[in-house]
């Protein structure tokens, strides 16, 4: 069975990605044989922890072990930031789970971008698309 949570982190000082290397190296501590945990990054700063085991309890309580380790480690920083993005749940396929919240996003942030810039685009015939 397999559980997820997605989450921001980052740290905006000079120790930056040490700082969060440090961090999501303390998440990982966790993982055992029985539960193996992984840390993607989505984009940065978005990282999405996977776990994998059969006791879906087990699973949860260590991905919420696994968050609280890395916020602890990341706010050791002056400017180390760490937010829950997604709550840690069950899944059956992680795509399906981050991706939409994702699309949501960068297609808002696509629309602020181009009433802000008002880009006009051109082909290669000088003619306005």
Do not use: H, W
């Not at 945990?37 to 991905?63: E, R």
């Not at 990341?74 to 760490?82: A, F, M, S, V």
């Amino acid at each position: 069975m397999g559980q997820l949570v997605a989450f921001r982190l980052a740290c905006y000082n000079y120790e930056g990605i040490d700082g969060v290397k440090y961090a999501l190296r303390q998440g990982l501590l966790l993982s055992t044989e029985e539960i193996s945990i992984k840390i993607n990054l989505i984009a940065s700063p978005l990282y999405v922890i996977t776990c994998t085991c059969l006791d879906s309890d087990m699973g949860l309580n260590t991905l919420n072990r696994a968050c609280e380790q890395i916020k602890c480690a990341i706010e050791q920083y002056t400017q180390g930031i760490y937010k829950i993005k997604m709550e840690p749940t069950i899944v059956t396929d992680v795509d399906e789970q981050i991706a939409p919240t994702e699309q949501e996003e960068s297609d808002e942030s696509d629309e602020e971008n181009f009433e802000e810039n008002d880009i006009i685009l051109y082909d290669s015939d000088e003619e306005e698309i």
